[in-house]
């Protein structure tokens, strides 16, 4: 084994499995139609769908706008995704219930 001296960094990188981006490309053109559903995948077996949605839901996958509001749905063994738009913040609700008019 070849000697490897020890790097500090800040944030450990994101784990891409299958190639850089590919989720990401793929959710970019659903960003386009903002409200609207998205068959992004289509795969061999009802378990492999479940897993799949369920990486893209927590996020475990490289993916634009990870903060913002997405939906991911698995139907037997189609994944769907649709995109939300920015999340609004928790404060904006408070502020709008609080108000007297």
């Known amino acids: ?5 020890v790097q500090f960094v800040d944030e450990l990188p994101v784990a891409k499995a299958g190639g850089k981006g590919k989720w990401s490309s793929l959710l970019l053109q659903v ?13 061999e077996n ?5 897993r799949l949605q369920s990486n893209l839901t927590q996020r ?3 993916m634009p ?13 189609e994944v769907y995704a649709i ?9 904006e609700s408070l502020r709008r219930a609080n108000r007297r008019g």
């Open 1 to 5: 084994m070849k000697k490897q001296e």
């Open 31 to 43: 960003m386009t139609r903002p409200g609207n559903w998205a068959m992004i995948a289509t795969c």
């Open 46 to 50: 009802i378990n492999q769908a479940n």
């Open 60 to 62: 475990l996958v490289e």
């Open 65 to 77: 706008e990870p903060s913002h509001h997405w939906e991911f749905a698995a139907r037997g063994i």
């Open 83 to 91: 995109y939300r738009g920015k999340r609004k913040g928790s404060d």
